[in-house]
């Protein structure tokens, strides 16, 4: 997984990461990093990337590719420390949970690490952003979250039942 999303982070030339992808290539078991030393390589490489933006690249476009590894890093190292060092993802096009899409259903759980406002931020984002096969995609991976969560701390179906009521679809 790390070799996949340095080649991502370090090519000028891709601009994209498909989650659906990128969990059939790591063997269908995707999972948060156990290693501090990984998550942290993972966080660097999200916010040297924003800065290294080529004068040829679309604005756009480098925004998306920057969002992306917000999102892999906030998923495959979910911690407050993770939140805090790499925000949400900038614009409106990427969900910061687009990368949970990855995650064994029986991983999801694991992103209560992230604590409860930065849990509530991400999915909040997540929902706000423009609509798109990726973002329904996300949606449905919420409401299923919701119904098979075993989390109490922090409350996770609470956390996402309130942002679906107050940002339908």
Same mark, same amino acid.
């Given at each position: 997984?790390?070799?996949?999303?340095?080649?991502?982070? &370090?090519?000028?030339?891709?601009?994209?990461?498909?989650?659906?992808?990128?969990?059939?290539?790591?063997?269908?078991?995707?999972?948060?990093?156990?290693?501090?030393?990984?998550?942290?390589?993972?966080? &660097?490489?999200?916010?040297?990337?924003?800065?290294?933006?080529?004068?040829?690249?679309?604005?756009?476009?480098?925004?998306?590719?920057?969002?992306?590894?917000?999102?892999?890093?906030?998923?495959?190292?979910?911690?407050?420390?993770?939140?805090?060092?790499?925000?949400?993802?900038?614009?409106?096009?990427?969900? &910061?949970?687009?990368?949970?899409?990855?995650?064994?259903?029986?991983?999801?759980?694991?992103?209560?690490?992230?604590?409860?406002?930065?849990?509530?931020?991400?999915?909040?984002?997540?929902?706000?952003?423009?609509p798109g096969p990726w973002t329904a995609k996300v949606r449905r991976w919420l409401s299923d979250w919701a119904t098979e969560t075993r989390m109490h701390?922090?409350?996770?179906?609470?956390?996402?039942?309130?942002?679906?009521?107050?940002?339908?679809?």
């Amino acid at each position: 997984m790390l070799w996949d999303l340095h080649d991502f982070a &370090s090519r000028a030339d891709r601009r994209w990461l498909y989650p659906d992808e990128m969990r059939q290539r790591w063997g269908g078991d995707a999972r948060p990093i156990a290693r501090q030393a990984e998550r942290d390589l993972l966080v &660097s490489w999200a916010l040297a990337v924003e800065k290294l933006k080529p004068a040829y690249a679309d604005a756009e476009q480098w925004q998306a590719k920057v969002d992306l590894l917000r999102s892999a890093a906030l998923i495959f190292a979910p911690a407050t420390r993770t939140f805090q060092r790499v925000g949400l993802p900038a614009g409106k096009r990427i969900p &910061s949970l687009l990368f949970a899409l990855a995650l064994h259903r029986n991983r999801r759980d694991e992103l209560g690490q992230l604590g409860e406002a930065p849990l509530r931020e991400m999915i909040e984002q997540s929902l706000q952003c423009r609509p798109g096969p990726w973002t329904a995609k996300v949606r449905r991976w919420l409401s299923d979250w919701a119904t098979e969560t075993r989390m109490h701390q922090p409350n996770v179906k609470a956390l996402i039942q309130t942002s679906v009521r107050v940002h339908p679809a």
